[in-house]
């Protein structure tokens, strides 16, 4: 019931949320100069046992299709039976097709998210393989280019091109080249030997997922929190990574924060530094637009003991200096202390959350309802 009435009012209930803060402002709360976010494994109401691979959806599809036929024929013979007895055209709608048990509806959902998840897995393949493309094409050019050089009647090196003997510019190219391609052919065979995707058959949406206590099936709650503990944005995902989450949530966050700001007077209120643990530790993360953030790079209770000692290391990838430039900040004493209030700050908030009177386990109406005999083995 709590579920329906929230897939019914959603767009109300996102309005009474920023109601809310709006209040909380006017109340002296949100303080928003640090802002700490994480995620928490909830359990969707869904067993893992209800998972299936795509063969098995393929078939239950396949069998449908072939007991529709088997329906629309039999109508078929009975309508043209009644017709020449001369009893009318019939019922054309077997009983057993009246009902709403969503059963088509399920196995499409947990087709589209095999599919989906399918789609994940090749994106990492696929830029591999452009990458690889690309650091072949400018090896053969550097090589092209110096090969013009060397070539009869013009001046240049004078010496046979080859591999003891092509040049460091153009070695540099094709070891970049080779790198790139054997990554591309790693990612490739992770990709098939990956064991075949399975969906859930009562929540398609929902996923497996890793916890401190063992596998669930279920979805991955982030949460953004203020100094004082107020909960500025939430989202759920099925993806059970949080380093695809932090960008939208610090854009949600700022936009709660601006929001608050605008209700009390205060339209420059916005967000000093965002905190969040190793797991949004990523180069996108740290490049991307927003306010200062503070990512762990390691999962130690002693951030500056996971950074490396001596000089920071340089790159003229920007890229990864801008990893190495926040390996070097976690070493800095005010930035261990300002790191350290993460866990005050939004730790008790999901603790509070999934205690013995809270949020263990919910189910999202937007799944169909569940199949009939779902519980029979695969096949």
Known sequence: MISRFRARHAEALAGLFAQVLTLCARAGLGQVGVVAIDGTKIAANASLDQNRTEDWFRQQAKSMLDQAAAVDAAEDKAAAEKAAA????????????????????????????????????????????????????????????????????????????????????????????????????????????????????????????????????????QTAVSQDGLILATRTSNDPADMHQLVPMMDAAAQAAAAMGAAVGEPDREISTVVADAGYFSESNLQAEGPDRLIAAGKRHNIAADSPRGAPRTSTDPRRQTCHSMLARLREPDAVDLYRQRAAIVEPVNGHLKDRRGLRRFAREDSPPPLPNSRSPPG
């Not at 060397?150 to 591999?163: S, T, V, Y």
Request: cysteine-free; charged content about 40%; proline content about 6%.
């Open 86 to 221: 001369g009893d009318g055209p019939g019922d054309r709608l077997a009983p057993g097709w009246r009902d709403r048990s969503g059963r088509k509806e399920r196995i499409k959902a947990a087709l589209g998210e095999i599919e989906a998840h399918h789609a994940e897995q090749d994106k990492p393949v696929r830029e591999a393989e452009r990458r690889a493309g690309e650091a072949r094409r400018a090896y053969e050019r550097a090589a092209a280019e110096r090969a013009a050089k060397a070539a009869p009647g013009r001046r240049g090196p004078g010496r046979p091109i080859d591999a003891a003997r092509e040049g460091r510019a153009v070695a540099q190219a094709r070891r970049l080249a080779e790198r790139a391609e054997q990554r591309a052919a790693r990612l490739q065979t992770v990709r098939e030997q990956a064991p075949a995707r399975r969906a859930n058959v009562t929540d398609p949406q929902s996923r497996v997922m890793k916890t401190r206590q063992g596998w669930i099936q279920g979805y991955n709650n």
